[in-house]
């Protein structure tokens, strides 16, 4: 029996399956994809060979991954219609099969009522009728506004934890001095802060009831003419978030998880964040970790052998520590909106968020996806760098426990980026660099493993 509507799964390949918490890979594993909008189709066609040939070369063609296109998107609409711009079928698929990897989705900025899928423009309609075509481009693609398709699939699919790995490669050119000295990993919490998303506009009635109650009730002045937002953090939301970061600088031999917070100025929010951090690392990794206060008070300084150390910084500190101080930081936990500011700010001193992998992770299904956004102005024009997706997909043969054709692939990047054949956004910052195309770009990684 077919579980999907309009999706019919490979026929060959297997189930990713959980026993005991513990993830079961088979040979070849069915692994549902998202091309993605505007650069997506590009990028994902210059990624799957490199992936591909990784697996192949590194097991000697015993393994392979065996692709299952899903949807979201504009994607969805051409197939779905009916404004269903992230199907049930989409979500159900990633439920069954766990792993899965994607490109950008667009996602809207302003507070427009409309906005293209397929060059992102934002519109309103007139006199209540959706516009038939988008103003910009033409496109008949033109669906409600939404808030955002990625915070969607993060929060159907709770996937909790959003993972950042950031490192240079070799050869990228970056503003900073030394940008071999950060190498971090970022876990930021996907699903709270204001990744809640409960915020009043201004003027509505709505508004006015929340700021009258907080007033009258609380006795909190807040101006008359503002908008809301309220930004909800748990002892569930953190405690699970930091409880991954320590699992993962255990299992990868890290020295340090860092909290990161507001908590001097947001006491019982992100100053919560903070505490509840240090209770769960004391109450569940008692004997493998260490707090900043007990190296201190307690072995003078010194770390003991085998154990990990437990710190915070507050946020705006961290900042400038991650500029300054980059190689005493390993694995960062943030609340939401922290997080998603650290994790751009270092992708950039390493040479920006096309190089930069990342993860949507719940406890058992994980989410791999480009960084960036969908570059509508570039759609099929097989222009930008597909690196990120790259990483991701590598990120995620690392997660399958594939660690070999992990590396192969970063080995391979990092070999084509010091040959100086790169995609125009690094040629045009490196003195007699090789311009090429995005699937030329793909076609020089493949060519680069071995």
Known sequence: MNLFNKLTPPEDGDKITFKAGEIRVPDRPI????????????????????LDNAVKMSYSGRKKIIWFEIHAGLSALQLY???????????????EYFVALKGPLTTPVGGFDYVCL???AEQNGSNGRKPETCKKCG???????FRSLNVGLRQKLDLYACVRPVRWFQGVPCPVKNPEKLDVVIFRENTEDVYSGIEFQQGTPAAEKVIHFLSQEMDKSIRPDSGIGIKPISVTGTKRLVRKAIQYALMHQKQSVTLVHKGNIMKFTEGAFRDWGYDLAKDEFRDRIVTEKELWDEY??????????IKDRIADQM????????????VIALPNLNGDYLSDACAAQVGGLGLAPGANMGD???????THGTAPKYTDQDKVNPSSVIISGALMLEYLGWNEAAYMVIRAIEKTIQEKKVTYDLERQMNGATLLKCSEFGKAIVNNMG
């Open 300 to 309: 003078n300084g010194h770390m003991p052998t085998g154990k990990i150390l």
């Open 118 to 120: 397929t060059c992102s």
């Open 364 to 370: 058992e299904i994980a989410l791999f996806e480009a």
């Open 31 to 50: 692994i549902p994809f998202i091309r993605g909008d505007g650069i997506g189709p590009d990028i994902w066609r210059a990624a799957q060979p490199v």
């Open 81 to 95: 219609g009916n404004e269903e711009v992230l199907p049930e079928d989409t979500l159900k698929a990633i439920r």
């Open 319 to 330: 900042f400038q520590q991650a500029l300054l101080r980059p190689d005493e930081y390993d």
């Open 139 to 145: 496109s008949k693609w033109v669906t409600p506004r």
